[in-house]
């Protein structure tokens, strides 16, 4: 089966950085759209990056110019440059992949989550 999983969260202080990594495994012959969700206790899942297969990159307005999505292709792994972190930045974060395998259709998996705390 395909899997993804997510490492790089953990606890650090407003102003800091963390990088998280998606990495796929499993019966993949490509990976179209890519991305990163976040979602804090009693609030609704928020789209916080995203990149397809021909490098468009989205960023939601709360994250611009502080995260950097990019993925590389070969190892079937995806990243979040996360820097200059402030304490709403605290939330799960859950990478997000749609993979097409040889013989059959296109499907959205989801990484099981990574825990970022941002102290303030």
């Known amino acids: 089966q395909v899997q993804l999983v997510e490492s790089g969260g953990g606890l650090v202080q407003a102003g800091g950085s963390l990088r998280l990594s998606c990495a796929a495994s499993?019966?993949?012959?490509?990976?179209?759209?890519m991305g990163w969700y976040r979602q804090a206790p009693g609030e609704q899942r928020e789209l916080v990056a995203s990149?397809?297969?021909?490098?468009?990159?989205n960023y939601a307005d709360s994250v611009k110019g502080r995260f950097t999505i990019s993925r590389d292709n070969a190892q079937n792994t995806g990243y979040l440059q996360m820097n200059t972190l402030k304490p709403e930045d605290t939330a799960v974060y859950y990478c997000?992949?749609?993979?097409?395998?040889?013989?059959?259709?296109?499907?959205?998996?989801w990484g099981q989550g990574t825990q970022v705390t941002v102290s303030s």
């Open positions: 499993g019966n993949i012959v490509s990976i179209d759209r």
């Open positions: 990149i397809t297969g021909g490098g468009t990159i």
């Open positions: 997000v992949a749609e993979i097409r395998r040889a013989f059959g259709p296109v499907q959205r998996y």
